[in-house]
């Protein structure tokens, strides 16, 4: 038994290494976190500690793009504007497509990755350290109250959470753009599942 699970996961570690997810009876293989949903009869047993994986099985090879750092965090920025709640997402789905890309094979709706990128993004803000995340929560429409609000608005009040004038938070480089690149990082760290 496990030789067999061994046997998998080096499959998958050869496979993910090279950018090609292989699956294996009841494996997951998209981006997030594998589990082995194969039944006792199948020999799987859970797993839960590899990179990638969607919710249910699959049964065929299928590849993934990798997620490109500055691909990633331009549409962060551009994010910026409307917000990153699954309904804003739903609109602009270009972001959605970076994060959650469909594996060549697979068939998922926008709107079901559109609530994986949404939950993902909000994971990520609530990671990062404290004024950011309340900042980019703001800046992202994720704190209650801000859905709605212009951006110019947002940006006032993540300026008034760190007492600076809103125009030097967002022409400096050390407020908005560092704190889009650091959410950007925290994502990418995540979906990479680098520690």
């Known amino acids: 038994m496990d030789a067999v699970v061994g046997k998998r ?10 950018g090609i997810l292989l699956c294996c009876p009841g ?10 949903t194969a039944s006792p009869q199948e020999g799987g047993e859970p797993t839960g500690d590899a990179a990638g994986g969607h919710e249910g099985p699959c049964r065929h090879p299928m590849h993934t793009p990798p997620v490109d750092f500055d691909e ?3 549409e962060l920025r551009r994010a910026l ?3 990153a709640r699954a309904r804003s997402l739903l609109d602009h789905p270009t972001l959605v497509d970076v994060l959650c890309p469909v ?5 998922r709706h926008v709107a079901e990755r559109a ?4 939950n993902l993004i909000a994971q990520a803000v609530d990671a990062l350290d404290s004024p950011v995340d309340r900042i980019m929560s703001i800046m992202l429409c994720l704190r209650t109250g801000t859905s709605g609000m212009t ?8 300026a008034d959470v760190l007492e600076i004038q809103p125009v030097t938070f967002r022409s400096e480089r050390r407020y908005e753009q560092a704190f889009v690149t650091e959410l950007a990082l ?10």
Do not use: C, F, M
């Open 9 to 18: 996961r080096q499959k998958w570690w050869l496979g993910a290494k090279h």
């Open 27 to 36: 494996r997951n293989t998209s981006p997030g976190t594998v589990r082995d």
């Open 72 to 74: 990633l965090r331009t």
């Open 81 to 83: 504007r409307h917000g």
């Open 103 to 107: 594996p060549t094979g697979a068939d």
């Open 115 to 118: 609530l994986e990128a949404s």
């Open 151 to 158: 951006l110019s608005n947002r940006r006032r009040h993540a």
């Open 186 to 195: 925290e994502i990418y760290r995540r979906i990479r599942g680098l520690d």
